[in-house]
């Protein structure tokens, strides 16, 4: 964020950038949405598919994505007299990306809410307050302002 | 998270959910890759193009989308001897979504980066540590597991 920055940014490659990598998991279509289901206690398709309107096809190819990138497990269940089914349930990988989507329904609310205000807020389990995501470092600091946050090349970082 | 937690959340529209319309603005392809270069200091288009390898007329969408959307804002700018032109800065829409690449980056860099280790870090412009997010709640609580996490209807939440 200073003078010398662009430059310094423009001698390393951007092979590897794990923004990227993420974004290929996550960004597809529907893909979050999917997700903000599971969090929201949502686990089977059949549900899934009523409660969001995702064409089964698109809605099957996403789940399937998330189990083959360790996202979700399939966990099998079976209701009385029914045949043997499965429901998706967040793995330690999945479950990690509840910060994600704290931070972007954060900013969704804040800046694309309708007048009435979000449909969904995230509280905390033990006192119903809302959460929130906070920047800190590694040395205990909190970082108030987003000017204090500077990129640097990481141990992976090569030179263009 | 709990048994009733899905029947619940059946009975409550998805109209208005505001991590679709989040990813509506970041999760077409690249759109994150920009912010990222804006972000490291690549404000300018051809250095950005020559950075990321992104299509031409795909980064001048993804820009124009950006700007258009109050993420990034337009600022003219004159080498010596060379007409105006303008590079892109964020907008405080925009450096409100520093969480958001945070949380992307740091998920990433856990399970997604190359055995060399990641390219890029975030760090603590005053005392260097590396930063990442933490979950508080608005009456002050850190949580710690995700499973203290807990979703709600909010205001705008309507039935189905």
Do not use: C, N, P, V
């Given at each position: 964020m200073n003078p010398t920055a662009a430059s310094d940014a423009l001698e390393?490659?951007?092979?590897?950038c794990t923004i990227g990598r993420a974004m290929e998991v996550l960004?597809?279509?529907w893909t979050l949405v999917v997700l903000r289901e599971v969090v929201n206690g949502i686990r089977r398709f059949d549900d899934m598919r009523v409660r969001t309107g995702v064409p089964r096809q698109v809605l099957s190819n996403r789940l399937a994505m998330l189990v083959d990138q360790g996202v979700l497990k399939r966990v099998p269940y079976r209701d009385p007299g029914a045949r043997e089914r499965h429901e998706y349930r967040l793995t330690p990988k999945g479950l990690d990306l509840y910060p994600v989507l704290i931070t972007l329904l954060e900013w969704g609310n804040k800046y694309l809410a309708d007048p009435a205000g979000p449909p969904l807020r995230f509280t905390h389990r033990d006192c119903g307050a809302e959460v929130h995501a906070e920047i800190h470092c590694a040395d205990g600091?909190?970082?108030?302002?987003?000017?204090e946050v500077v990129p640097r090349p990481g141990p992976g970082a090569r030179r263009r």
């Open positions: 390393w490659s951007i092979d590897g960004g597809e279509k600091h909190l970082l108030a302002d987003r000017r």
